[in-house]
């Protein structure tokens, strides 16, 4: 199985089998706004990697994607609009190539082989640079009939309209993190070393979390779900007290009370996730 993850900057290809990754290649998007370039070097470090010893590969991509028609329909940072990924892949490869919402791909690696195992349906809410979401519905990858569903980062935080500034990614990401503290350079590693230390950066950080707390209540009180996992770089290097602060905001807010039984945990795939879940997308 060829698991392959295209994020806004960087390209992880995986050779996976049982559940694991056996051989895998990381290395950063050479051209990432030329989606002939994204291409080929897709394909490059998939034969690179895996020689000819595979018959499909799945691919999950960091933006709004049309999995019927293999199309992403807009990725932010690779500044694509409506390419078809899929088909481009597959005449290049000779192979079957499905692709997946990033989000999405790492819900279903969570729900197969990680901390949703066991369970009927899982919400996956996955933290970095931006905001996601996955759902698993009854046992199946849940897009909804409009091919959509999971684009939690993009709901409304905000309720004065007056505001420029509204949806949740925009106050809890760390893209959103920058633009509250007004610096663009600001990384996971100086926001896990200022938090709990440099008050601006603690307050900022625990608003972004208690505003993802609400939206999580909101999700968990519509589809009464029982368990929320979440990951992305936030959530693995902020760990258990960052959790906690959602938690507690989650508890507060869902209804009715017995919705609180609800588990929020963090991934127990970590980075792998949207790579296994993106290698078991043909199958699925």
């Keep these: ?27 950063p998007i050479v051209e990432g706004s030329n989606f002939e370039a994204v291409v080929s070097q897709t394909c490059s470090s998939i034969v690179a990697l ?28 690779l500044d694509w609009d409506n390419v078809p990924l899929a088909e481009t892949i597959s005449k290049k490869l000779s192979c079957p190539v499905v ?9 279903w690696g969570e729900y197969i082989y990680g901390g949703g195992v066991g369970s009927n349906s899982i919400f996956a809410v996955w933290i970095g640079t931006g905001i996601g979401g996955g759902l698993i519905l009854n046992g199946e ?20 309209p007056s505001e420029t500034h509204r949806v949740l990614e925009e106050y809890a990401s760390r893209s959103g993190l920058q633009r509250i503290l007004d610096n663009p350079q600001l990384n996971t590693e100086a926001i896990v070393q200022g938090y709990g230390k440099i008050n601006k950066i603690t307050e900022a950080v625990n608003n972004g979390a208690q505003r993802i707390g609400t939206s999580i209540a909101n999700v968990i009180t519509l589809l009464s779900l029982d368990k929320v996992i979440l990951g992305g770089g936030l959530v693995e290097a902020l760990g258990e007290p960052y959790i906690e602060i959602i ?11 017995h919705c609180r039984q609800c588990e929020l945990s963090i991934t127990t795939l970590g980075p792998d996730a949207g790579l296994l879940g993106a290698a078991a997308l043909p199958t699925s």
């Design 1 to 27: 199985m060829i698991g392959v993850d295209i994020g806004g900057t960087n390209l992880l290809v995986g050779v996976i089998e049982g559940g694991k990754v056996l051989k895998r290649s990381h290395q």
């Design 50 to 77: 895996a020689g000819d010893a595979f018959s499909s590969v799945g691919i999950s991509v960091a933006g709004s994607v049309d999995s019927k028609r293999g199309y992403v329909l807009r990725a932010q940072n």
């Design 99 to 107: 692709i997946e919402n990033d989000v999405t791909a790492a819900a």
């Design 141 to 160: 990858i849940w897009r909804g009939p409009l091919g959509t569903a999971g684009e939690f980062g993009m709901g409304i935080s905000e309720q004065n």
């Design 247 to 257: 938690r507690q905001q989650f508890l507060a807010d869902v209804f009715p009370t």
